[in-house]
Every structure is written in structure tokens, then in C-alpha cells.
């Protein structure tokens, strides 16, 4: 039972590590469709210098690095909750 269960861990790990890898490519390598439509819309007036566009496009050319941090919290979230719910041996 024991070699049976270390080999379905490892095939779980090893199917975790390519999804998340794949996802950290297409996410790297894929723009995002509406980034340049919305940037400029974002504010309504129009302060000085340019100020809401260029925040709008901050917000946007980083909008990558914050899907990953989000994906991170929610992994390890879901990580630690499973660790308090399993079974003592």
C-alpha cells in the first residue's frame, strides 16, 4: 500500500508542476485582449499630466505578477486547509 500511495503522490506532483508551469507560460506569453481599449477609459476627467492613464496602464502592464500572487495565496490556502482536515496516524 505504501509504494502504491508514493507513486500516485508523485504522479499528483508531477501533474500539479506541469499545470502550474503551463500556467505561468501562457500567462507570460499571452497579452491581455483588452488591456489597450480599457487604459485609456479608465477615468472619466482628465487630471493633469496624464495621471489616470498612466495609472490605468501601471495597473495593467502588472496585471500578470498579480494573478500569480493570487494563484500563490490561494494554493497555499488550500494547502494548509487540507493539512488541518487530514487524519492523525
Not at 21 to 50: G, Q, V
Not at 75 to 87: F, G, K
Request: proline share 3%; hydrophobic share 50%; with cysteine.
Amino acid at each position: 500500500m505504501s509504494e502504491n500511495y508514493n507513486s500516485v503522490k508523485f504522479a499528483g506532483l508531477t501533474i500539479v508542476v506541469i499545470l502550474f508551469l503551463s500556467f505561468l507560460y501562457i500567462l507570460s506569453n499571452t497579452s491581455f485582449p483588452h488591456a489597450k481599449f480599457i487604459s485609456y477609459e479608465l477615468m472619466p476627467i482628465e487630471p493633469a499630466d496624464d495621471l489616470g492613464r498612466a495609472m490605468g496602464a501601471f495597473l495593467w502592464d502588472y496585471r500578470g505578477l498579480d494573478l500569480i500572487m493570487q494563484t500563490l495565496i490561494l494554493l497555499s490556502t488550500a494547502i494548509s486547509c487540507i493539512a488541518l482536515l487530514r487524519e492523525e496516524k
